[in-house]
């Protein structure tokens, strides 16, 4: 079996993953622990919880449209070599959006206390999860 000159191997795909994935949860931690011990309240500002929520579905909008539209250029292929290489980039770039997404989605929960913004976040999270290595070959 041979290496794929450039894009991703299967191995590859999922340590890339594995480091999105660890990313996200250990920056929602860091943020939460921030937000604690440096006592952030939410801003009470109804202007600003108004902008807070239509973020939150602008930003659900971005993972849903970007989800389909990688599901529908995604090549099938038998051999998963040859699938990471055909598809790797668009993975690559669905994971990262999945994955500043969540993080956005988290910031401005904890900026707002509105808990729509964390729709991007589950979104975010789902794609990650719903979208890893060892499914979307199977697909």
Same mark, same amino acid.
């Given at each position: 079996?041979?290496?794929?000159?450039?894009?991703?191997?299967?191995?590859?795909?999922?340590?890339?993953?594995?480091?999105?994935?660890?990313?996200?949860?250990?920056?929602?931690?860091?943020?939460?622990?921030?937000?604690?011990?440096?006592?952030?309240?939410?801003?009470?500002?109804?202007?600003?919880?108004?902008?807070?929520?239509?973020?939150?579905?602008?930003?659900?909008?971005?993972?849903?449209?970007?989800?389909?539209?990688? @599901?529908?250029?995604?090549?099938?292929?038998?051999?998963?070599?040859?699938?990471?290489?055909?598809?790797?980039?668009?993975?690559?770039?669905?994971?990262?959006?999945?994955?500043?997404?969540?993080?956005? @989605?988290?910031?401005?929960?904890?900026?707002?206390?509105?808990?729509?913004?964390?729709?991007?976040?589950?979104?975010?999270?789902? *794609?990650?999860?719903?979208?890893?290595? *060892?499914?979307?070959?199977?697909?």
């Amino acid at each position: 079996m041979t290496t794929p000159a450039a894009g991703l191997t299967p191995r590859s795909a999922r340590l890339f993953h594995l480091v999105l994935a660890a990313q996200t949860v250990g920056w929602v931690v860091v943020l939460a622990v921030l937000f604690t011990v440096m006592d952030v309240r939410p801003l009470d500002d109804p202007s600003f919880r108004w902008i807070v929520r239509a973020a939150g579905v602008v930003l659900f909008g971005v993972v849903a449209v970007a989800t389909a539209l990688v @599901g529908r250029a995604v090549t099938r292929e038998p051999d998963p070599d040859r699938w990471w290489q055909a598809n790797g980039a668009r993975m690559r770039m669905l994971w990262v959006i999945a994955d500043g997404v969540s993080l956005a @989605g988290v910031l401005l929960y904890l900026l707002s206390g509105v808990l729509l913004a964390l729709l991007p976040f589950l979104a975010g999270v789902a *794609t990650l999860v719903l979208q890893r290595p *060892t499914k979307v070959v199977e697909a």
